[in-house]
């Protein structure tokens, strides 16, 4: 018992070193944090119901920026834009998905774009690129966030009879 006690004693004594640890304060765990994630890609890119059974994260992303390029393309064979611009023959559009699944369309010209009337243009745009099917926002930790990107889209030259 004597042992016992003696041993005892001296866990005892070297135990008080655990608990003398300094603890890490809430902003030095938050700075931390902040600086492991990754702000420049997000866990799930946005997607449409076509590209949600696609399990890779890769392919879903791929699916998902041809689906936008086909579909804008199609809106934009039924309007005259290849006549009244010929030597037009891609526009690059920006993309924007907000997190309430909102979708917000840009066109985006060269700086040597003096050839072209963008304001047409660009209510040309606004005007066609409505109504798309609902887009599911991108996922950064469960939170649905902002995503922008550029999509290339041709301009399909119609040939005039």
Known sequence: MKYLSILL???FLNSCQYFDKKVPSEKELLQK??????WKEVDEYP???DCEKVADKKLRQ???FQFMTSLIQQKLDIDTLSIMYP???TISVKVTVFPNAALKFEPQFPSDSVAYNTIKIDSVL???LV?????NPAIKRGIPVKT???LPVIIKSKKIK
């Open 9 to 11: 004693i001296f866990l």
């Open 33 to 38: 944090e902040l600086k492991s994630i990754n």
């Open 47 to 49: 997607s449409v119901a």
């Open 62 to 64: 791929q699916c998902f």
């Open 87 to 89: 030597e037009l023959d």
């Open 126 to 128: 606004r005007a066609r």
């Open 131 to 135: 109504d798309f099917p609902k887009v």
């Open 148 to 150: 922008q990107f550029i």
